[in-house]
């Protein structure tokens, strides 16, 4: 009965959850609620409203590495690139050209799209792995050069503060955290109206099929490489946006942003959470996020110094516990944690009825998943559309509604063209 | 002339690290199709393993017994990684990528927790530590070290793979691997063993780079790995010479430029892998396009 009625939830009923998280999410600066052992203070702390800036901001990042990862199918490791590049050409602008905050900011988002354009454009030419390996030297390239290039620019490794005069006084000082959090609230809400329009459109259908089958949609007569620079374009400058916002969070620049480990942080939460699927995407980078800040803080705390020494070394390593917990959700929980209310209710029904299976459900999902890198691996893959957009799955396809309906729609999308 | 020679010594030293990470990558991916973010891992491994030995036994009898450690620290973690993370993944080909990418980060980090993120000096017996004279250019010893392990693995595994039938084995499961599993072969054993072989250098890759840096510490390998991946990109991916000439090609522009103006090095090298794909209409192992 439950699967009947969440099957025909309909469109406005997806509309008036996203509002009502969109409305809460709006109000947390206003509630003086305490969560104990979640947060320090109440939720309207400084500390607290900062912590949860970082996490809104790094779900609007991985919305857009999603674009790249879950929709589009392609793997970058150079998108912490453009991170850099909008919070360095921001930053060098005003404290060394004396632009206005906002001016350098659209400056920073103009060297963006033009490094998309000209870096995608490249590095597209060559498919699966070598993609990631070369997407993955640029972003080497440019954090040598934001470390050691030119130091009086940059501030190599210590980064550099931003000028706090250029600072409009509302999004400076303890006291004004609540703007900078509804800041990042908005750059969140930025990247998932992007993405829903973007992946809804003609475009982003085909970007689903590229995703699903490559060589198909060349044989449509579509050209895949125009589709994939779209989305490495689009994805690029929301990534420049987001890393403006981090600087403002911050209050001046850090070359983090240009290391390897965080574009890689940026993967973990998008598989974290479910690729292509955007309520997994902002769970896992919330998640991570707030792992990852706690993490570093609770190292410190009496707890965890009371612990013998073997136990008390890895847990002050949140790398080590985050690149654990990957390991064990690509293993244990392939797609995601968005899969995990429909594996839940799987076992359930599957207690109930005793029939039920959700080895079908399993090896659509591993299907789905093996088109991303290898080439001869989905061109082998027999791939049905009608069986991955037919509802027949029953009750295990629900709640993951969203991609089952999108990836149906893909596919139809882009068969009558053939 | 001095500098020249002193320039191409350091280059080429570098091509020989770049050649030991490498190597062991590109056969993995040419047999499996697995790109492996944990090889930097096994190199920071294999480094620590050997500096903990060399810091309780001094001088060239701890070097003498670091070698060994470090090969098989290095290739008993990529064994255990093999038979532990990729095996099971088989059917899943990204997954294995992503779980690569967990140890990749884990690893380091676990490292860092038992050893501090503060690199750890490495102290040289004194015949190691000096220099060399070439036609006047004085060139730290350590360098001749590294080429010279570096031809010796590309001698020996030159050898065991035209030579043996294990080697047979891998070079057709580069080939076709469906193709060898329907002769009845065990991939399966060829793919472990691939797997420790590419740790082992990569084991030896995080001593040698101890030495020639005179420190190690948890980022050492992950720093390594990205241009490993650059020359493995170049080499063609599963191709034992094309890697070394690639290693030697990577290492050499790097100095070179580095000379010209320093952090020239790094960027040019993203440069020439831009070029090179630019210009090259063939795919990664090799094959037209």
Known sequence: MNHVRSLMRPAG?????????????????????RLPGVFDGPLDSPGVLQL????????????????LFGHTGIMSFGHGLFVTGGMYVTTILVNHAGYGLVP???AGLGVGLAAALVLGSVALRVDGIGFAMVTLAFGQAVSLLVVSGSPALTGGE??????????????SGVRNTANLYWLALGYLAVCAAVLWWLTTSVPGRVMRAVKENERRVEVLGLNPYLFKLLAFVVAGLLATGGGVVYLLLLGGATPVVAGSDFTLGLLVMVVLGGAGRRWGVVAGAVLYAYADQSLTRLSGSASVAALPGALRGPLQQPLFLLGVCFVAVVFFLPGGLATLPARLRASKTRVGHGVRTRNGRRAQRAGSRHSGLSADASATQPRSPIRRSAPQAGPNVLPGHNAASSTGAAEEGVTPHG | MSTLILLTATGLGLAALYFLVASGLSLIFGLMDVLNFAHGAFVAVGGYAAW????????????????????????????????LIIRPLYARPLDQVLATVG????????????????????????????????????????????IAAALAL??????LLTRTRAGLIVRAGVENREMVAALGVDVHRAFTGVFALGGAAAGLAGLLDGLYQGSISPGDGTSLLIFAFVVVVLGRMGSLTGTAVAAAAVGLVQQFANY???????????ILLAAVLLLRRRDLKGRPA
């Not at chain 1, 210590?158 to 999004?171: D, E």
């Not at chain 2, 980060?105 to 190691?128: E, S, Y």
């Open chain 1, 13 to 33: 009923r997806r509309a008036a959850a996203v509002l009502l998280a969109a409305a809460a999410l709006y109000a947390v600066p206003y509630s003086t609620l």
């Open chain 1, 52 to 67: 949860l800036a970082v996490c809104l901001l790094f779900a609007g990042l991985a919305l857009s590495y999603d674009l």
């Open chain 1, 104 to 106: 350098a900011a659209l």
């Open chain 1, 158 to 171: 210590q980064g550099q503060t931003l000028n706090a005069g250029a600072v409009p006084a509302a999004l």
């Open chain 2, 52 to 83: 903990t030995v060399a810091d309780h036994v001094a001088g060239t009898l701890g070097l003498a017994l670091a070698l060994p450690v470090a090969v098989a620290a290095g290739a008993a973690l990529a064994a255990l990684t093999e038979l």
């Open chain 2, 103 to 146: 140890l990749g980060l884990a690893i380091p980090a676990l490292l860092q927790a038992v050893w501090g993120a503060d690199p750890r000096t490495w102290t040289l017996p004194a015949w190691l530590a000096g220099t060399l004279d070439v036609l006047g250019a004085r060139i730290p010893t350590v360098r001749f070290v590294l």
């Open chain 2, 154 to 159: 590309l001698g020996a595994l030159q050898l």
């Open chain 2, 260 to 270: 010209l103006s320093a952090d020239l090095g790094d960027e040019s090298v993203v």
